[in-house]
Each structure stands twice: as structure tokens, then as C-alpha cells.
């Protein structure tokens, strides 16, 4: 028998808590491909949009450069993206390198069942109604902090 979390009475607390759960399941589905949920964003939005100064990239994701910085360690390390100087000195461009657009293309499929498992489970227009809501939050709360 599953045992039943008791609803919270924070907010905070009640998404923080099905976002490590959510979090956790795209990490497992993700694992073939070495990549983490917290990765794969990464990669898709690089390869979206191409290369980007890093502190774009972190609003664009609604990371704080810290949090950025912190996934982006392993990415570099395994040449699946790199960081060059930008369009000044002080500036520094992220890119995404031909192994990184290897790795997501074996990641994409990964992360598709991923969403349809949760979509399954959870309920397709719940789902939807649930991103929508999500991206509400972002608009209220405002721009993260990138330090």
C-alpha cells in the first residue's frame, strides 16, 4: 500500500516537494544517455537558440549562475559544451559542440517518455494545466537572482 503524503500547508514546501519527485523521475529516464534533468534543458535550449552568454542562458532556464554553473561542470567536462569569450573580454558564450548534439539526440527520446509517463500518471490536461500554472509562478514571482 502507498503511503499518503500529508498535504502541506506551505506552498513553497508542496512544489518543492513534487519538484524533487518530478525531478527524480526525468533523472531516471534520462540516465541511459548520462544526463540529468537539470542537464538536458541545458543542452535543448543551446541548441534552440544556439550560443549564449551564460547569464542569459540562466534566465532563460530561471537558474540563478551559481545553480547554472553547477550543472554546466560535468557538460563541459564531457565536451558537450563549451565555454569561449563572447562578443567582448568580459563576456563568456556557452555552445553547445557536436557530442552535446549527439548526446540529446539520444536524450530526446529519453526525455519524451519521461513526459508521457508523467502525463500518464498524473493526467494529460492536468499536466498542461499544471506547466501553465508553473509558468504563472515564474511570471509573479519575478527574475531569479543570477549573483
Same mark, same amino acid.
Given at each position: 500500500?502507498?503511503?499518503?503524503? *500529508?498535504?502541506?500547508?506551505?506552498?513553497?514546501?508542496?512544489?518543492?516537494? !513534487?519538484?524533487?519527485?518530478?525531478?527524480?523521475?526525468?533523472?531516471?529516464?534520462? $540516465? *541511459?544517455?548520462?544526463?540529468?534533468?537539470?542537464?538536458?534543458?541545458?543542452?535543448? #535550449?543551446?541548441?534552440?537558440?544556439?550560443?549564449?552568454?551564460?547569464?542569459?542562458?540562466?534566465?532563460?532556464?530561471?537558474?540563478?549562475?551559481?545553480?547554472?554553473?553547477?550543472?554546466?561542470?560535468?557538460?563541459?567536462?564531457?565536451?558537450?559544451?563549451?565555454?569561449?569569450?563572447?562578443?567582448? $573580454?568580459?563576456?563568456?558564450?556557452?555552445?553547445?559542440? *557536436?557530442? !552535446?548534439?549527439? #548526446?540529446? $539526440?539520444?536524450?530526446?527520446?529519453?526525455? #519524451?517518455? $519521461?513526459?508521457?509517463?508523467?502525463?500518464? !500518471?498524473?493526467?494529460?490536461?492536468?499536466?498542461?494545466?499544471?506547466?501553465?500554472?508553473?509558468?504563472?509562478?515564474?511570471?509573479?514571482? !519575478? *527574475?531569479?537572482?543570477?549573483?
Amino acid at each position: 500500500m502507498t503511503k499518503r503524503v *500529508p498535504v502541506a500547508i506551505c506552498t513553497c514546501l508542496a512544489v518543492r516537494q !513534487g519538484a524533487r519527485q518530478l525531478t527524480q523521475l526525468y533523472d531516471r529516464h534520462l $540516465a *541511459p544517455a548520462g544526463l540529468r534533468a537539470t542537464q538536458y534543458p541545458i543542452l535543448a #535550449r543551446l541548441r534552440r537558440c544556439g550560443p549564449m552568454p551564460i547569464n542569459a542562458l540562466a534566465a532563460d532556464l530561471v537558474v540563478d549562475r551559481t545553480t547554472l554553473g553547477r550543472a554546466l561542470r560535468p557538460l563541459e567536462r564531457d565536451g558537450l559544451v563549451v565555454l569561449s569569450v563572447g562578443r567582448d $573580454a568580459r563576456t563568456r558564450e556557452l555552445s553547445l559542440t *557536436p557530442r !552535446g548534439v549527439e #548526446r540529446l $539526440a539520444v536524450a530526446a527520446p529519453l526525455w #519524451r517518455d $519521461a513526459q508521457e509517463a508523467f502525463d500518464q !500518471g498524473y493526467g494529460a490536461e492536468e499536466s498542461a494545466s499544471l506547466r501553465i500554472a508553473m509558468s504563472r509562478v515564474v511570471e509573479m514571482a !519575478g *527574475p531569479v537572482e543570477t549573483a
